[in-house]
């Protein structure tokens, strides 16, 4: 089972929600590319925030004092012999839309790689090592690929 919310805390977000929405439909598409566990009740929040709310939550529970694009928190409960995950995925337009025109990028397409990234993180996929790194790397090019879009690191 998997219940998906979305909240909109910045300005920013509010004319994106509809194709937000479109998007992450399209991704969880990919479940079994995305590792989700049937046997897994998932509760995912996407969260659109602005750069001082993600500063905010990265140095508190990052110890990082700095904007990012993407912050993604998982807890794992039991409750009646059931796995539960409940997931905060934040966001932060600008700093995306400033990356996306960095990188010669569209926003859609920038976010659409940052939530393929966010849902691997939720499923254990970890970027510590050089070789969790490549292995990741290959998983998001090959769903970001099915989806009809380009390697997000050769562009």
Same mark, same amino acid.
């Given at each position: 089972?998997?219940?998906?919310?979305?909240?909109?805390?910045?300005?920013?977000?509010?004319?994106? =929600?509809?194709?937000?929405?479109?998007?992450?439909?399209?991704?969880?598409?990919?479940?079994?590319? =995305?590792?989700?566990?049937?046997?897994?009740?998932?509760?995912?929040?996407?969260? =659109?925030?602005?750069?001082?709310?993600?500063?905010?939550?990265?140095?508190?529970?990052?110890?990082?004092?700095?904007?990012?694009?993407?912050?993604?928190?998982?807890?794992?409960?039991?409750?009646?012999?059931?796995?539960?995950?409940?997931?905060?995925?934040?966001?932060?337009?600008?700093?995306?839309?400033?990356?996306?025109?960095?990188?010669?990028?569209?926003?859609?397409?920038?976010?659409?790689?940052?939530?393929?990234?966010?849902? =691997?993180?939720?499923?254990?996929?970890?970027?510590?090592?050089?070789?969790?790194?490549?292995?990741?790397?290959?998983?998001?090019?090959?769903?970001?690929?099915?989806?009809?879009?380009?390697?997000?690191?050769?562009?």
């Amino acid at each position: 089972m998997m219940k998906l919310n979305f909240f909109v805390k910045s300005n920013n977000w509010s004319r994106r =929600l509809s194709r937000i929405k479109i998007i992450t439909s399209k991704v969880i598409k990919n479940k079994e590319n =995305l590792n989700f566990d049937t046997k897994i009740d998932y509760y995912l929040n996407i969260i =659109l925030v602005n750069d001082q709310e993600i500063k905010k939550l990265n140095f508190k529970y990052k110890n990082i004092n700095k904007v990012t694009d993407v912050l993604t928190f998982v807890s794992e409960h039991k409750q009646n012999n059931v796995k539960n995950k409940y997931c905060d995925i934040f966001f932060s337009g600008k700093t995306i839309k400033i990356d996306s025109k960095k990188n010669n990028n569209n926003f859609y397409d920038h976010f659409t790689h940052l939530l393929v990234h966010s849902f =691997l993180h939720i499923n254990g996929y970890m970027h510590n090592s050089l070789k969790d790194y490549v292995k990741m790397q290959k998983n998001e090019i090959a769903i970001l690929n099915s989806m009809g879009l380009e390697n997000p690191y050769s562009i």
